[in-house]
């Protein structure tokens, strides 16, 4: 996790949660934050469609012959 990507993973599946607060000026005025996030999934063996939007109906019944040992994010890599 950083301060504006959530990322889980499971053995053949990667799960993305981009969100982020936004304080404009028209939102501070109303004192309102507006959240904007965004959620995907991906089998890693496909090339990922960050436009896609996540449904619980994801298929999730593939495997790869590699799967996932780990996972890194930090401030720097978005």
Known sequence: MNDTHVIAASKHYV????FRNYLGEASQSLNMDMKISKEFAFFIEDNPNVNDVYSENYNTNRTSSDPISC????ERLK
Not at 71 to 74: D, G
Request: glycine share 0%; hydrophobic share 60%.
């Open 71 to 74: 996972i890194f994010v930090n």
């Open 15 to 18: 799960y993305v949660w981009q």
